[in-house]
């Protein structure tokens, strides 16, 4: 069996981006989570944001990780948010996890911090370090390894990533 690897991290990390390469580097399948909850509501995450509310678009988000934990085993690309469950952080206690990590400057240059960026809408490097705040010790607690992104291209974190599990490619 192909081996499983979970990415988590902040917004505008690079998780999708490096999923994929990391797919493709090991011959499996890529699945983000985030992308599972538009295709299955029709609609975008900042509209479900607005329109029903975080609490709801949490209650989709467990379901869509334990959908995808259930159901694929190439490299998966959870939301940004999805430690915060306790359940989704119990099942991904049996899973390799890597945390990708960047800085808030890091962030602004990556995303612009804003558009389309629904829990930042106002002050986003403020907003940026709080979610951090809340979050980091979730991300480090459930990860299998850490791989710092800044200042690396895409395909650098991938083979840091590689590296880090000590995985070969395909």
């Known amino acids: 069996m192909s081996p499983r690897i979970v990415l988590t991290g902040p917004m505008g990390v690079g998780k999708s981006t490096v999923g994929q390469l990391l797919a493709g580097r090991l011959g499996v399948g890529f699945r983000d989570t985030d992308d599972d909850i538009v295709a299955a509501e029709g609609r975008a995450i900042s509209d479900i944001f607005v329109e029903d509310g975080e609490p709801a678009f949490r209650a989709l988000e467990k ?38 990590s960047m800085d808030v400057e890091e962030a602004v240059r990556r995303t612009g911090l804003g558009a389309a960026r629904p ?13 951090m705040e809340a979050r980091r010790h979730l991300y480090e607690e459930t990860a299998t390894a850490v791989v710092p992104t800044d200042g690396r291209t895409p395909e650098e974190v991938t083979e840091a990533v590689l590296d880090a599990l000590e995985l070969k490619e395909a």
């Open 63 to 100: 379901e869509a990780v334990r959908q995808a934990l259930a159901g694929h085993d190439g490299v998966l690309a959870l939301g940004g948010g999805a430690i915060l469950d306790p359940d989704t952080r119990a099942l991904l206690a049996a899973e390799r996890v890597v945390y990708l």
């Open 119 to 131: 829990l930042l809408a106002v002050n986003p490097r403020k907003q940026w370090r709080e979610l």
